[in-house]
Every structure is written in C-alpha cells, then in structure tokens.
C-alpha cells in the first residue's frame, strides 16, 4: 500500500541521509506528511520542538527519521559504543512496541540498534539486551525508570530524547515517572522532542522546566476540526441488547476491511470479543486484564491482516498505529470529547478514507450530546435504529440477507484458550 502524499517534498529534499531515505523508500514511503515536514529542518539541526498534531498525521517519523538520522550521522552525538544514544519515552506498550518497529523499518540500513524497555516482559531479557549494546532505546515509564534506578540503564550519552503522546502520559498518572527520567538527563546534553495531541497546562509546565527554547509545531491550523475530513462517522441510538445483533451486521459490510471495536471498559471488551467469536467472527482483544504476550499476539494478528477484527478498550487507541482500518466502531460511548476524537482518529489515516460508527445506548445519549455539542457535530438526538431497521441497513450498506452468526464458533484470537462461550 503507497502511503505516499506528492504534493509533499520527499524525505530525501529535505536532508535525511540516503540510508533512511532508501529503507523508507523499500515501503514505498516517499514523501513527507505535514508534520513530518514541519519538524524535519529543525529536529535534524538538533533544535528542542514540542509537536502538536491530531493522531494519525505520522508525526512517528517526525521525530523518529530526525532522531535516526541524528544517532546514524550527526557531528555533536557521540559515537556508538552500545549505550543508548536516544531514548524516546511513550505511554503504552503497545505503543512501544509499534513505535519500535517502525524505527525498525527506517534503520534497516544503517548499524543502529533498537529495543523495547516495557512491563509485562522478562526482566531480564531486558537487562541482557542492554549490556549486549543498544543505541536506541523506546520503552513505557514505569520499566525505563526502573531499570535507570538499578544501574542496568545507562542514560549519561542520551542525546536525543522523545516524549511521545505527552498528553496521554499525563493521563496514566506517568508525570512523577517521566520528571525523574528528564532529571537523570539534565547533565547530558541532549535535543528534546516533545508530541503531543493536546497541551494542557502541566505538560506546557514540564516543557518550560526542561526544554531549551523549543519551537511549537502545529500541523494543523487552529480553527481546523478535531476529527479527518476523510473519516465519515455515523451515529446512532441502539438499544442496549440489540447493541451486538447490530455489531454483527456491521462487521458484514462488503467492503470492511481492518476494524476497531471500541468499549469502555475492559470486561466488555473481554465479553464483546468472545461473544463475536462465537457468532464465527475473527477476532482478537487488547484490554488490560491480558497479559503482555497476548495482547502482542492479537495486535500482531490484526496489523499482518489475519485476525481482521480488533476489540480494545481506550488504553490501546494511542498504540495501534496502522493506516489501513477501514472501520471504527464505538461499542460504547467514550467519557469525552477528546477520547472520541482519538478512538476514530485510527481509521481515516495517511490519506486514507473511513467510517467511523458509535452506538449511543439510550443510557448514553446524555453522555453523547456532551461530546456531540463539545465537539460541533450536530447529532444531538441521533435516530434510533435496530439491527432489523431498513434505515441501518441502507445507510452502512449492510446485505439485507446478513445474518446474527456467520459460522461456527472460534476462539479469541492470541488468548490460547479454546473456542465457544466462556462460562
């Protein structure tokens, strides 16, 4: 898939060194995106910059092509000698993971070394990847802090530092975390890049405490709207137990490819998925009453297209981070306003086109006209429709002949448990 956009320069014009420029290029990534383009001259000059930029823009590569190239070839970092040379801070795991990979993808043909640091992982496999030597290093919090405090995390020839999805970080309760590993670089001179969806008043705080003059990137204009253009949302009261008969009628839409199911908590998330898979449907969870590995596993699944169906709770919207969801549906209302924006932020992407559904329960219509009137929507009373509604089917495209089931039951993908309705 090209997620190239013309109009743009290409990373090579703007100075990235050829090797980067050939690994993207390898994945047919060319051109740059606004905020790509935006922070590229200054991040490569080695200038502090704080990103501010909606999801799904690929500010990813625009902190993360500077930094390689940076790490790979710049006069005031220092030579690779297997400790870390930069170090970007992220709040999720999944995150981190993806993060990782596609630092991955661009350095494929330069010699730096790239790890995860992040809970739910052995220990110390952790510990052992560092003494072996790494140059950069993306890790949660919680795990770098820890392993910095033990002495197996060396961060005095840190020159390049990311904090990524600064916002959410601040959410998690991550702030105490994030202050002491900003202390612990304060005697190593190092460029900070600092991204964030939204700049409330701590995060401008910590940037003020330890940054160097940044310069504020904004992708998008001020009055432009929080949601893509390029994702058409539809709205619409369901009742509470009709809510997985007309999930499943949606995930039979033709032309649905990768999709998101959203709920607020993590029992229901747990519930939708298994209830899917009995209806016959492929599909994984992400929610935190899983551990790390299956979680992996069902992310894996869903970005190489064999578990097509994702369901996850708002802790995994900021980690999943694939251009090609066709489909984001909220099984539930989200608390806020912000919350809906980055939940249907992940489809509509680089360019791409996307629907993004929400099931307003008649228990969740004020919540909704909360988000509808924050956000300027204009659905304050969405109509009601069921699973049989002649309305729902025709404005989703859904097969009239579309059934509850589409076969046998399954089981939740990356779980390892076995298959029919958990009792």
Request: hydrophobic share 40%; charged share 25%; proline share 5%.
């Amino acid at each position: 898939m090209s997620i190239n956009n013309t109009s743009s320069p290409t990373f090579a014009a703007m100075g990235v060194a050829a090797e980067i420029c050939d690994a993207l290029a390898a994945r047919d990534i060319n051109h740059t995106f606004a905020i790509q383009e935006l922070t590229l001259p200054i991040a490569l000059n080695g200038t502090d910059l704080i990103g501010q930029a909606r999801t799904g823009m690929g500010k990813t590569y625009g902190f993360g092509v500077p930094l390689l190239d940076r790490v790979f070839d710049a006069a005031d970092v220092p030579e690779l000698d297997g400790t870390p040379r930069a170090l970007v801070v992220v709040p999720t795991r999944e995150l981190a993971v993806q993060v990782a990979s596609d630092l991955s993808i661009a350095a494929a043909q330069i010699p730096v070394r790239i790890t995860t640091i992040l809970g739910g992982r052995d220990f110390d496999a952790q510990k052992q990847a560092l003494r072996s030597g790494v140059d950069v290093v993306v890790g949660t919090p919680g795990r770098l802090l820890d392993l910095y405090q033990r002495k197996d995390l060396r961060l005095d020839k840190v020159s390049v530092l990311v904090l990524d999805e600064a916002d959410e970080m601040l959410d998690l309760g991550f702030l105490p975390d994030i202050e002491k590993i900003l202390a612990a670089l304060e005697d190593s001179p190092h460029q900070t890049m600092l991204f964030s969806a939204t700049m409330p008043g701590a995060i401008v705080r910590l940037a003020r405490s330890f940054m160097k003059q940044p310069v504020h990137i904004r992708a998008d204009a001020e009055s432009s709207a929080h949601t893509h253009a390029s994702t058409r949302q539809v709205v619409f009261q369901a009742h509470r137990m009709d809510k997985l008969p007309v999930l499943s009628r949606i995930l039979q839409i033709p032309e649905r490819e990768r999709t998101i199911v959203f709920t607020r908590t993590k029992r229901t998330a747990a519930q939708v998925a298994q209830e899917l898979a009995d209806l016959g449907f492929t599909v994984g969870a992400v929610h935190g009453d899983l551990h790390q590995q299956a979680r992996e596993r069902a992310l894996s699944g869903f970005r190489d297209g064999k578990v097509p169906i994702l369901v996850a709770t708002d802790v995994a919207a900021r980690g999943i981070d694939i251009d090609d969801v066709t489909h984001v549906i909220n099984y539930q209302v989200p608390d806020d306003a912000m919350t809906y924006v980055h939940r249907i932020g992940r489809t509509g992407r680089a360019g791409n086109s996307g629907t993004a559904i929400t099931l307003v329960g008649y228990d969740e219509l004020v919540k909704w006209q909360g988000i509808n009137s924050e956000l300027g929507l204009e659905q304050p009373e969405p109509p009601q429709w069921f699973s049989t509604s002649p309305e729902f089917l025709e404005a989703l495209d859904i097969p009239a002949d579309a059934k509850d089931s589409v076969g046998p039951a399954r089981k939740v993908a990356g779980d390892g448990g076995g298959g029919g309705r958990r009792r």
